[in-house]
């Protein structure tokens, strides 16, 4: 069980006191001020608000106010001097009321791009909270900042300074097998925007038309619903990236391919996209896929190869500053995308490289254990300049995570690493919401590395999915342990599998071996109890956790209950063998059978790219079930 402390504030109000909590906003804000007196928002409310406020943003606030259990909601363009409610001045850091609001506050503009400034101050008998942003991003996080706060009981007054510490924060969509659906993609789209992410990019490999068929046009059907993904995005201030993947079969000397490429780029640019990314990865880069690049680069090779992507990111660059000089640069993955090592083709590609194009990295590998500074820093150097990291979890699309869900908390990224790269990128898996689980994690430590907790952030997002319910909360972080192991493209996993539950199930062992009889009794009451909480969790979840994420988990839960099941009945059987009761091995029996049932469970079929039997805290869970029996002798 996670027990989250933060210290505690004793105000005294009149002839009454109010012990107050320091509230856990995800991401971490990069500064808290703790001041006088209760952030208190009355059953009554008046909005101030610029002419100009983006309607998403107002409706985010007003919903956040409605859900907090406001009846009434006026609208105003002026602030009095003598507060008798609660007034909330929402708008950019120039506006003068906001900068009137701000001083009343005695708060400070934050000058810095995404960046916020959010504050609460008691005048009178009322309450002013401001929430100002320098971009409407910044402001965009200030209503997403204040959401948080109206669903905690008992805030201070506050000032908070926040910002990013990283420029591009979010997700690739870049895995093998079954892509999302539309309907996810704009799900997760609204939920990027909730953790103050700012990046998308769409670039699913089963996409035919992003891939294999790149040179052709999509069908109007496709086009529509990339534009109304396009507009989701926008409404979450979220960045759509459009990614195309040509490497398998272009041409880069025929003018016809990139004629065809600037196409699709003007096509898609036409209902909104204004982010684009050349995909370069997983091809063969050591021969031509055309004579014509034989007759104009010469012998093919590694050099060859990145003078020729070079060439034509190049000319793509120039096509999007004419199409539109105001877009972001042109996002590309090269074709030796990790390790940080300098070679013949990573140095033919950025001497020739245009400077402002951003090139992806992986990290020190494929699916790298951890990421360090330095191995950032040698990245910076191989590529020649700073790297925005694609960073393979949770992806569940490789032979080593078949009948699994990845869903440990997001570590072994060093702090500091802010400095080092653009930004983060995670690529997660074929299950949407689950991969909720460590998208947070990596929004909120591109966010704010240096305050990044992981385990503070895995409870949030637990809490998250479980819309606040602490037993549904406590259900779904052991259903996140029985799936913790995070493996590797070699035989050692970087996360181990089911650290809570092993840390149990050790004691249970030492105990056993070395303590007393009533030490052994109390550990096995402790062990049975959560090997009914374990039982129990699916049917919690099922309660309450959204029905997507259900039917995304359905074959781990119900193999989770049936693992639950085996788990009591071979606590039964440890609880009578400590009595040298005979019916110790009946329930070992019954245990095993269960055990059996469980481990037969199938993945759904076609959900990922390899199907497989779903796995729940292997050699952790089934080796305890295997070897309960031997643990007490002579019964």
């Known amino acids: 069980m996670f027990i989250m402390l933060s210290f505690n504030l004793c105000f005294s109000q009149g002839n009454e006191s109010k012990v107050f909590y320091k509230p856990l906003i995800y991401p971490q804000p990069a500064s808290v001020e703790i001041t006088q007196g209760e952030f208190l928002i009355t059953s009554s409310v008046t909005l101030v608000k610029s002419s100009d406020l983006p309607s998403e943003i107002e409706s985010l606030v007003v919903q956040a106010l409605k859900n907090s259990g406001v009846k ?37 503009i934050v000058d810095k791009k995404e960046s916020y400034t959010l504050s609460g101050v008691s005048i009178g008998s009322g309450e002013l909270i401001t ?23 008992a ?3 506050l000032v908070i300074q926040d910002y990013p510490a990283m420029p591009i924060r979010g997700t690739i969509e870049g895995f093998y097998g079954k892509p999302w659906s539309m309907q996810s993609r704009q799900s997760h789209l609204e939920f990027l925007g909730s953790v103050k992410a700012n990046t998308y990019v769409y670039s699913p490999k089963d996409d035919p038309y992003a891939r294999d068929q790149w040179r052709e046009a999509y069908p109007k059907e496709t086009i529509d619903e990339l534009a109304k993904l396009v507009e989701v995005a926008q409404s979450n201030h979220v960045n759509f990236v459009y990614a195309i993947s040509p490497g398998p079969t272009i041409c880069f000397s025929d003018p016809t391919d990139l004629e065809s ?4 780029f003007k096509n898609l640019y036409a209902i909104g996209v204004k982010n684009f990314y050349v995909a370069l990865d997983d091809i063969e880069y050591t021969k031509w896929n055309c004579d014509k690049d034989e007759a104009y680069y010469g012998e093919s090779g590694k050099k060859a190869a990145g003078i020729a992507q070079s060439e034509l990111l190049n000319k793509l660059q120039a096509i999007l500053d004419e199409l539109d000089s105001s877009m972001s640069p042109l996002i590309m993955v090269p074709t030796e995308y990790y390790d940080a090592k300098e070679s013949e083709y990573k140095n033919a590609l950025i001497e020739n490289l245009d400077p402002k194009i951003i090139i992806q990295w992986t990290g020190t590998d494929v699916v790298p254990p951890r ?26 699309d490789f032979g080593q995570t078949k009948g699994r869900l990845l869903m440990a908390p997001y570590r072994f990224r060093e702090a500091g690493l802010s400095k080092e790269l653009s930004g983060i990128l995670s690529n ?30 895995w409870y949030n997002a637990a809490r998250n999915l479980a819309k606040g319910d602490i037993k549904v909360t406590e259900a779904l972080l052991k259903f996140f342990d029985t799936q ?80 639950g099941e085996s788990l009591m009945l071979t606590t039964e059987g440890l609880k009578a063998a400590m009595t040298e009761n005979a019916e110790a091995n ?28 779903i796995k729940i805290a292997d050699g952790v869970l089934d080796t305890f079930i295997k070897e309960a029996p031997s643990l007490i002798s002579g019964f």
Not at 375 to 395: C, E, H, I, M
Not at 431 to 457: C, L
Not at 590 to 606: H, L, M, T, V
């Open 586 to 613: 009946t329930y070992f029996e019954k245990a095993d059978e269960f055990a059996k049932k469980a481990a037969e469970i199938e993945s759904i079929p076609g959900a990922t790219r390899f199907d497989g039997k």
């Open 72 to 108: 009434s909601i006026k609208s105003a363009t002026e602030l009095p001097d003598n507060l008798d409610h609660t007034f909330i001045v929402l708008g950019l850091n120039e506006s003068k009321i906001i900068q009137q609001a701000l001083k009343k506050s005695n708060a400070e």
């Open 131 to 153: 929430l100002a942003g320098h971009d409407e991003n910044g402001l965009f996080y200030a209503g997403q900042t204040f959401s948080q706060l109206t669903k905690l009981e």
């Open 371 to 396: 990421i360090s500074n330095n191995d950032a820093s040698q990245a910076t150097k191989a590529f020649g300049r700073k790297t925005l990291l694609w960073d393979n979890y949770p992806v569940n």
């Open 261 to 264: 490429l600037k196409s699709k």
């Open 155 to 157: 805030v201070p007054n």
């Open 428 to 457: 997660p898996m074929n299950q949407e919401m689950p991969s909720r689980v460590t998208v947070t994690g990596v929004a909120s430590f591109a966010w704010n590395d240096t305050a990044y907790d992981p385990d503070i952030i």
């Open 484 to 563: 913790h192991l995070a493996p590797t493209f070699g035989s050692q996993p970087w996360q181990e599998q089911a650290p809570r539950l092993k840390a149990l199930l050790d004691k249970v062992k030492i105990e056993i071996a070395f303590g007393d009889a009533e030490s052994r009794k109390n550990v096995l009451a402790k062990l049975m109890h959560y090997a009914t909480e374990f039982k129990e969790a699916p049917a919690l979840i099922r309660s309450t956790v959204d029905p997507i994420f259900i039917e995304e988990t359905k074959p781990w839960l119900q193999a989770m209950e049936l693992w």
